[in-house]
């Protein structure tokens, strides 16, 4: 049987020339750097009240006595307002003037969870 | 400090890098089974002092504000198509793209692109969440060469993503979720025909007739996908994406197939008669109803109630945070001669919807009422509304009705909500060369088909 490639010829590797140049967007987007926006690292945690905002799902209510439980040992004057006296449940935490509702109750950090 | 569960480590880097922190923050992983109910904490407890010390020491590095122009990639080829077909490969390459061939968003087609609007390129209409990178005018018109648009498509593009960017509209959540949620445009306003979106047969789906649709809704999946970073399983979590999620779905209400006394959807929500918009919802569950017959009075109950069976289908995400005055259950479908029926018997679209809202409350379950207290707990029902059968609607017009679909009837279509936030509408705003772009698109696409 005729070999059906026998009529193909090909192009000299040294003769191929790119001809044609493309240029095109990253269609990524941009990336901003932003200045920080939130809040510096206190020195310590000594004597300083921290806030836990709590969405009540994926076992909240069992991890934040833990960390609560923790940061106590380690910790011993820090005061802890916990979520249930707190804005609770996702739709109340991710609002605009949540940092707002932390400083009035006197908070100097917040822990926020759980995500998933 | 991030605690997740493994095979989230991608999406939670993502979402805080979206929230302006650096994906190195700190993070402790565990398995799925320490976040389900009556699990063993055993492991978390275990690794406490790690928790702890990502808690009290990291912090991000201090940037500055700043803007980065849209980078460029210049392929070789031997020829056009060669080049073209490296740009594709090269773009699979970097995750960029939905999987499907893409057209070369060269500088030539994004200028174009670009005269369908007289806002600046460098015009910053906010963040796409999970990966927080600009949505800027050019960048819109970047993903809109990719999908294959037109500069008369830009405006509504615009407008659309103004409205997924409202805070209100939560893409955060829709964009990322578990759930298979996508948006949903519906536009109002003679912009429609112009640009040839579809409002009759076919109009969810593929048409050559009508290609506006399909080439916005992609570029919204695009611009979701490469700006937003929502790559299935490290940026999205949705464990099945859809068919739906290629091109969402774009459609125009039939106006012209509004019975009398019934309002188009824009104007319902306040817009002024005649004004072009878009009314952008998410929804994750969608399909035909197989009745639609209102000739008599009979027919139209029947109908009605048909379509309130569907309706009353338990959905956990009817009492998340679409029970508000600003949410929407679902999204009902009706072809233009269904709806002369209905009118025809007396009843008007506000009366539908009532009907709609009575009949679909949903019977009390031990599930049914799981959901109810949870979403109560995290404020998203107010307590004084809970009461069985259960509503799906904080009220009935709520319930949003549109006029559209191939004219006879037989069928409607309903959408149900997923994990949503507000309706949002918005204004479509056009360039003032407009006219000029219609004129250039009659020169190439042929002139606009009849029906």
């Not at chain 1, 932003?34 to 836990?52: F, Q, S, V, W």
Request: charged share 20%.
């Amino acid at each position: 049987m005729e070999n059906p490639t026998a009529e193909i010829t090909w192009k000299d590797e040294q003769e191929t020339r790119n001809s044609v140049e493309l240029e095109v967007y990253s269609p990524a987007g941009v990336l901003q750097e932003t200045m920080h926006i939130y809040a510096p690292r206190l020195e310590d945690l000594r004597g300083k009240t921290i806030c836990e905002l709590s969405n009540g799902l994926w076992e909240a209510h069992r991890t934040f006595p833990l960390i609560r439980r923790a940061l106590k040992l380690r910790i011993p004057d820090v005061r802890i307002v916990t979520y249930d006296e707190l804005p609770f449940g996702a739709r109340n935490i991710d609002v605009e003037d949540i940092g707002e509702i932390l400083k009035e109750r006197g908070c100097q950090a917040a822990i926020v969870g759980n995500s998933g | 400090m991030n605690i997740t569960r493994k095979g989230f480590e991608g999406v939670v880097a993502n979402a805080f890098a979206g929230l302006g922190f650096p994906p190195e923050a700190p993070q402790a992983e565990f398995s799925e089974e320490n976040f389900v109910s009556g699990s063993y904490l055993t492991s978390f407890e275990r690794n406490m002092d790690k928790i702890i010390d990502g808690l009290m020491r990291w912090e991000p590095k201090i940037g500055k504000n700043g803007e980065k122009s849209l980078s460029k990639i210049t392929v070789e080829g031997t020829d056009y198509q060669d080049a073209f077909i490296k740009i594709d490969n090269l773009f699979a390459k970097k995750l960029w793209g939905d999987g499907l061939p893409i057209i070369p968003p060269t500088k030539e087609r994004v200028d174009w692109i670009l005269t369908g609007t007289d806002e600046p390129p460098q015009k910053v209409f906010g963040m796409i969440l999970p990966r927080g990178a600009a949505a800027t005018v050019e960048s819109l018109a970047v993903n809109l060469a990719m999908a294959g648009g037109r500069p008369e498509y830009l405006p509504l593009l615009i407008a659309a993503m103004e409205a997924i960017l409202e805070p209100a509209s939560r893409h955060r959540w829709w964009n990322t979720t578990t759930g298979d949620t996508y948006p949903v445009i519906i536009v109002n306003g003679p912009i429609a025909g112009q640009i040839r979106l579809a409002s009759g047969y076919g109009c969810l789906g593929p048409s050559p007739v009508h290609r506006a649709g399909g080439i916005i809704g992609r570029a919204i999946r695009l611009l979701l996908l490469n700006v937003g970073g929502a790559v299935p399983g490290t940026g999205s979590m949705a464990l099945y994406g859809g068919a739906s999620r290629y091109t969402n779905v774009v459609f125009a209400e039939d106006e012209e197939g509004l019975p009398p006394g019934w309002k188009p959807l824009n104007v319902e929500r306040g817009f002024s008669e005649g004004s072009n918009t878009v009314t952008v919802h998410t929804v994750s569950i969608a399909g035909t109803l197989h009745t639609a017959e209102t000739g008599t009075e009979n027919e139209a109950l029947e109908t009605l109630e048909n379509w309130a069976s569907f309706l009353r289908l338990p959905n956990y995400s009817y009492w998340s945070n679409t029970f508000s005055p600003r949410g929407t259950p679902a999204i009902l479908l009706i072809p233009r001669n269904a709806a002369l029926g209905l009118a025809r018997q007396g009843w008007s679209k506000e009366k539908v919807k009532a009907f709609l809202w009575e009949r679909s409350k949903v019977p009390e379950t031990p599930l049914v009422r799981r959901w109810i207290e949870q979403h109560v707990q995290e404020g998203k029902v107010p307590i004084e509304r809970v009461v069985f059968p259960m509503p799906i609607a904080m009220n009935p017009q709520n319930i949003m009705i549109v006029v559209a679909g191939g004219e006879q009837s037989g069928h409607a279509y309903f959408m149900s909500v997923g994990l949503s936030g507000d309706v949002i509408g918005k204004e479509i705003r056009l360039p003032t060369n407009w006219n000029d772009l219609l004129d250039r698109a009659e020169k190439d696409l042929g002139r606009i088909p009849l029906g």
